[in-house]
């Protein structure tokens, strides 16, 4: 899996917005065609989204990267659901960071092991 790294950093991208989780909706659907993470660290799409996210104000540039972003996501996982593109954002970790992505009611947040009490039996 290709990933985008920056400064010793990787960009994980996900969706916190409520309706709509971008990874979390989708994982199902991954398991069937390849890898689940596609959708996260995807060089193309950490791309659009970096561009979208430069380009805040333009709402017709804003349409036109989203639309991007879906097809590009489409050729990733082509049954998948990408209702929680307009929220999308970049996560920039640390190399080897171990997380998951929760989701309640479409709102996607990263939570990293190293911050989590982990009970053993």
Do not use: H
């Amino acid at each position: 899996m290709n990933k985008v790294i920056e400064n010793g950093q990787v960009a994980v991208i996900y969706s916190p917005g409520f309706g709509a989780g971008w990874y979390t909706w989708n994982q199902a659907r991954f398991l069937e065609l390849n890898d689940a993470t596609a959708l996260l660290f995807d060089p193309i799409l950490v791309d659009l989204v970096k561009q979208k996210q430069s380009n805040q104000f333009d709402e017709e540039f804003q349409n036109e990267i989203e639309k991007r972003i879906v097809t590009r996501a489409e050729e990733l996982c082509p049954e998948g659901y990408f209702g929680g593109v307009d929220d999308l954002i970049i996560e920039w970790m640390p190399m080897g960071t171990e997380f998951e992505i929760d989701e309640y009611d479409g709102s996607e947040s990263i939570r990293f092991k190293q911050n989590e009490y982990w009970i053993t039996a």
